[in-house]
């Protein structure tokens, strides 16, 4: 899917391939709306298939139906948006998904009618819409040899009357989804090709206005004295990177204010010497999903132009099995000075994420949020909806929590608490790497996270669950992997610092 182009217009002004309308569940379906003018066109077609209980509005159920020149529209597309009183920007989202893939062999300009009697103001209707129909279009079969194409959806109409601002604000949300989709290919390459020198190829090949992409290789991540990420990347013959990208809009809003944004980016996840069982090896490829959502979010936030400063870290490093890995027993030195007793070589995510805050908080960044896919016991215990979030300061936490509602990208507070220092204490170093303690795995990662997150306001955001999908949610993200969880939230939290 290219660039997708979004315009506001009557219905009348438009020959669209697909004309779709919201269809509400209660409320007799297709007869509620301003739907019933269509039907009048359609000599009452809408209607009767409500009558034979084929179109019921059930939420991501769309039936289309060809015109035959009653309306200018190729095709109508019923699209089923639920109950009324369910709705919200996600089942929007869902609906717009399911008609982009009912219509995926039509492609061209899809239509949607905005309807002003839904409990949802016409600019977050036009944001879902869009959203819907660029992250619904995604699929991740690109190494196929013998893939059928789908027609992509090239242009997005939203059927309103004179909204000054919403064209705005769906081609933003057109620019956004295809970031996401972007880093949802990221997290869909195989191992093999994303190497973390592959990944900081891919980084190194945003051209885009104000941002300047670096990455130090191994040498100089010792160099630094990173002995966390330079020890986990030691097994692969793929050396580590720490990829540096720096956006300095030349008008920053807030000249105090450097947003820092830093991932975990393991390009494959085997455990290492404390080597994972072999079922499902295969999505440990997605273990990078968060430098791929921060990489996706810094790529977007310097496309739209956002005046905030900001300084991404990716900790991108494979963790295998070699001669040369590091092992249960090491003691290995971060870069802020603090030594580390290694007591299972699969909690590697805090230790490259230690480095990268180091890194982060040394050129610059005042406010400083990491993702991560850390600890499986995150998706245990949100599943595959919401991240968990920890922060050292309940303004900043507020302020991710606000930005996370509106984006579509979920996140729900989990407590930091010094209660759980203790079970990272070591015997012979300053801290441990993970803890025997059958409990509370995501806090004591973020509690040995905080030892490394310096100075100021810092949240870690954990996304096992959501960041990579074993299966279809049923929602809008029907495809298995890679969500892009966390691009959407970062340009959403980038858009309130500077407003
Ligand atoms: N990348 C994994 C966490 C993970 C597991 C993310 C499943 C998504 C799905 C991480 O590196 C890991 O292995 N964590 C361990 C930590 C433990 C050894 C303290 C875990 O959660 O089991
Ligand atoms: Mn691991
Ligand atoms: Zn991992």
Partial sequence: MGEVAVEVKLPGQIEPDVLALPVPEDGGGAAANGARILDERLQGRLQRLTQEGELRGELGKTLVLHTDGELKAHRVAAAGIGRIEDLDADALRTAAASVARATEEVGGTVAWLLDETLPLPLDEQARAVVEGIVLGS???????????????????????????????????????????????DLANSPPNELTPEGLAARAAELDLPSLRVEALDPKQIDELGMGALGAVGRASANGPRLIVL?????????????????????????????????????????????????????????????????????????????????????????????????????????????DALWYARR??????????????????????????????????????????????????????????????????????????????????????????????????????????????RGDYLTQRGGTGYGVRLIVELATALVT
């Avoid at 995604?138 to 194409?149: I, L, Q, S």
């Avoid at 027609?151 to 601002?165: S, T």
């Avoid at 994972?276 to 997605?286: N, T």
């Avoid at 400063?309 to 991108?316: E, S, Y």
Wanted: hydrophobic share 45%; net charge negative; aromatic share 8%.
């Fill in 138 to 184: 995604y699929r991740p079969g690109r190494w196929k040899t013998d893939a059928h194409e789908p027609r992509p959806v090239e242009r997005i109409v939203l059927c309103a009357g004179d909204q000054a601002g919403l064209e705005e604000i769906g081609a933003r949300s057109a620019r956004v989804a295809r970031w996401v989709n972007w880093a949802r």
């Fill in 363 to 472: 050129e610059g960044a005042t406010h400083v949020l990491d993702i991560a896919t850390l600890t499986g016991a995150m998706e245990f215990a949100l599943g595959d909806l919401y991240g968990g979030m920890f922060a050292n300061d309940d303004a900043w936490r507020d302020e991710i929590l606000a930005a996370a509602r509106r984006s579509g990208d979920h996140v729900w507070p989990f407590p930091l608490h010094r209660r759980f220092r203790k079970y990272v204490d070591s015997d012979y170093a300053d801290l441990k790497n993970s803890s025997d303690l059958q409990q509370a795995s995501p806090a004591l990662a973020a509690e040995f996270l905080r030892e490394f997150a310096g100075d100021g306001p810092w949240a870690h955001l954990d996304m096992s669950g959501p960041g990579f999908l074993e299966r279809s």
């Fill in 246 to 354: 720096r956006y300095e809009p030349a008008q920053p809003a807030r000249a105090d204010l450097t947003l820092g944004l830093v991932g975990k980016a393991i390009t494959f996840d085997a455990g290492g010497i404390s080597i994972k069982p072999a079922l499902k090896m295969e999505d440990m490829k997605g273990d990078m999903a968060g430098g791929a959502a921060v990489l996706a979010g810094t790529a977007a936030i310097a496309q739209l132009g956002l005046p905030v400063r900001v300084l991404t870290v990716l900790a991108a490093a494979e963790n295998l099995v070699s001669g040369d890995s590091f092992r249960p027993g090491d003691i290995l030195r971060a870069a802020n000075g603090k030594t580390i007793e290694i007591t299972n070589t699969d909690a590697e995510g805090r230790l490259v994420l230690a």
